[in-house]
């Protein structure tokens, strides 16, 4: 059973900073190879990924999309399972309903070869972000 649960979302005034966090519960063991990521859709556009951290027993790799590189940044805390996503510099564009998701297996490889995030298999409720 996965459960995600996203907090942090709110207004913001361009040029600001925001700070989302997804909670979650999961069971793991210590061979277990995962990624967790951010995903944001903006009404009517297509949901895109964001930013991602694939977990492994050698550590956590982290992709940024070109879109926020720079003024995102993706970060996991273990002992609290606890996924971040420390927004910075936000522009209007960034307004969005974000999502934190999970998918098991190593997702960096296939990303990298893509250049972008494809879709994960689980996912929480979303917390909305709204730029001015």
Known sequence: HVQLVESGGGSVQAGGSLRLSCAAAFATDTSSRYCMGWFRQAPGKKREGVAVAAISVSGIDTYHTDSVKGRFTISLDNGKNTLYLQMNSVVPEDTA???????????????????????FTYWGQGTQVTVS
Do not use: N
Not at 97 to 119: E, F, H, K, L, Q
């Open 97 to 119: 309903m974000y999502y934190c998701a999970v998918t098991p297996g190593y997702c960096m490889t296939a990303i990298r070869a893509r250049g972008s995030i494809m879709d």
